[in-house]
Nanobody
């Protein structure tokens, strides 16, 4: 069993920044690949970024150079730093545990002036 709890979403103006955090309760966090996904209204859920247990990262094309994923194995958290936000980044953002195949409840990010 694992619980994933996202936080940090909200309303931000275009060009602004937000930092999302996912707290993970699972015992196998240190060997778990973790990911951030997002889903906009009427669209499929898409990968934003993921990070291996050793810290190797992978990003979706639309966020490369603007978003940074990181993890703290001691704290069992995975963060997503989002800079230079655009209106098209508006979506519900979800944290995912690849080991357990589980998702968090999601946090809303809205980029609007």
């Amino acid at each position: 069993q694992v619980q994933l709890v996202e936080s940090g979403g909200g309303l931000v103006q275009p060009g602004g920044s937000l930092r999302l955090s996912c707290a993970v309760s699972g015992s196998f966090f240190s060997i778990d690949r973790m990911g951030w996904y997002r889903q906009a209204p009427g669209k499929e859920r898409e990968l934003v970024a993921d990070i291996s247990p050793g810290g190797i990262t992978h990003y979706g094309d639309s966020v490369k150079g603007r978003f940074t994923i990181s993890r703290d194995n001691a704290k069992r958290t995975v963060d997503l730093q989002m800079n230079s936000l655009k209106p098209e980044d508006t979506a519900v953002y979800y944290c995912k545990s690849f080991f357990y195949g589980s998702w968090g409840q999601g946090t809303q990010v809205t980029v609007s002036s």
